[in-house]
């Protein structure tokens, strides 16, 4: 599912790059590219990390989008709505997180707990910027 989630907000987050108007578009313009290129990084990670442990990872659309539980963007979202969405999204991309990080732990995996402590990690500190930007 985090391989999934990742898939659609990388979209998700060129969608709002190129999409974003308004007052704060050189800002947000600015930050979605940079969300998204994180977000490229943490796909691949996690995808090795499967076929690292024996698994094979999701690589078609139509499974990213089956087995995802974020929503897509619409097109039709404002500044402000795009902001909120990302805050939803990585607020559920961390408490799944955890889910992970408790099962790596379990099965003795500390490589992948490690690693979706650090994405936890920047989602939460992401997420409170965006959240600031909200208020």
């Not at 990872?57 to 402000?80: F, I, V």
Request: charged content about 25%.
């Amino acid at each position: 599912m985090q391989l999934s989630n990742w898939n659609v907000l990388y979209t998700k987050l060129h969608n709002f790059h190129w999409y974003v108007t308004g007052p704060d578009f050189f800002t947000l313009h600015e930050k979605y590219e940079e969300l998204y290129t994180e977000a490229a990084g943490y796909i691949d990670e996690i995808a090795e990390r499967i076929l690292t442990i024996g698994g094979k990872p999701l690589a078609t659309l139509t499974d990213y989008l089956k087995h995802t539980s974020l929503k897509e963007a619409t097109g039709k979202e404002d500044a402000r709505e795009m902001v909120a969405q990302l805050v939803s999204d990585f607020e559920l991309i961390t408490s799944e997180s955890k889910d992970v990080i408790v099962v790596a732990e379990e099965n003795s995996d500390e490589v992948t707990a490690d690693m979706f402590t650090g994405i936890r990690v920047s989602l939460e500190k992401h997420g409170w910027m965006l959240s600031a930007y909200l208020q």
